[in-house]
């Protein structure tokens, strides 16, 4: 999001590399270095850098930066879900990206950051901006158009992790999960008992595994439940550049394409 709305007028360094979980990151001293030379930097907040082992609050204050004044969550002004089971219940779900409203937030905060920051730019940073919006309120207007035509008892969208409430929410589309959130425990029998039972009493076509986790829970779902895995989708990290699904564009387009595809299956 960043480098669509600011273009070449940074140098833009992404802390998490493309691929990794951004749940429980151990920053390289590369990261420290360049977060303290850094005018600005974004994070997403609601729990996600800053739960579990709170890395990002440590590299914060290794690198002498202040909130509010140096770095800022992008998440600002979305309205949180919270997590629902486990011992991180009540803490708020960090993945409200999966929602284009939201990503539409996301990129509001980074334009008015990034314009206080640098202000001989602020005009070419309103236009990006502007052109991202009309962007991302077309695929969203096309997701909400989408997921209309499945049967209720075909419409749920079963992933590893619990990382789609808030497409859920936003597009209409119940969904469950193996765990909730990325931890050290997950993917236990009992969780996956628990799936496969859900599954029984619907006629669920098609199942998603995430691109950032190991397959192998859902594949003990898919075996026990004869439900196949039709397509890997996107959550915590973009595709390599290049790739489909390389931005934050193309991963929700990939996500709500590939999931409305596995759910009408015949």
């Known amino acids: 999001m960043t480098e669509e709305i600011a273009g070449d007028r940074i140098n833009l360094h992404s802390i998490v590399p493309v ?16 977060s303290t030379e850094a005018d600005l930097v974004f994070y997403n907040g609601l729990n ?13 204050d290794n690198a002498d930066k202040e909130e509010g004044e140096d770095y800022f969550a ?21 993945h409200a990206w999966m929602s284009l409203e939201n990503g539409m937030t996301y990129a509001e905060n ?45 419409k749920l969208l079963v992933t590893s992790e619990g990382a789609f409430k808030y497409f859920s929410q936003a ?11 990325n931890t050290e425990e997950e993917g236990t029998p009992e969780q996956t008992t628990r799936v496969v039972d859900q599954l ?16 192998s829970s859902m594949q003990s ?14 959550t915590d990290s973009v595709a390599e550049s290049g790739e489909e ?16 595809e596995g759910l009408t299956q015949e």
């Open 19 to 34: 691929g990794r979980d951004p749940h429980d990151y151990e920053p390289l001293p590369e990261d420290v270095e360049t």
């Open 48 to 60: 996600l850098e800053t739960g579990g082992n709170a890395w990002f609050n440590n590299l914060m």
């Open 74 to 94: 992008v998440s600002q002004g979305v309205d949180p879900l919270y997590l629902e089971e486990g011992e991180d219940e009540g803490q708020q779900d960090p």
């Open 110 to 154: 980074i334009e008015e950051q990034l314009s206080e920051k640098d202000p001989e730019n602020v005009d070419y940073y309103e236009e990006n901006l502007n052109n991202y919006l009309d962007e991302l309120e077309d695929l969203d207007q096309e997701a909400k158009d989408k997921f209309n035509d499945i049967p209720e008892d075909e």
């Open 171 to 181: 597009y209409d589309v119940p969904a469950t999960y193996i765990w909730e959130i």
């Open 200 to 215: 029984n009493d619907t006629n669920v076509q098609s199942l998603f595994v995430e691109t950032s986790v190991n397959p």
């Open 221 to 234: 779902v898919s075996q026990d439940s004869g439900i196949p895995i039709y397509s890997e989708i996107f």
């Open 245 to 260: 699904g390389d931005s934050y564009y193309a991963m929700m387009k990939w996500n709500i394409d590939r999931i409305h």
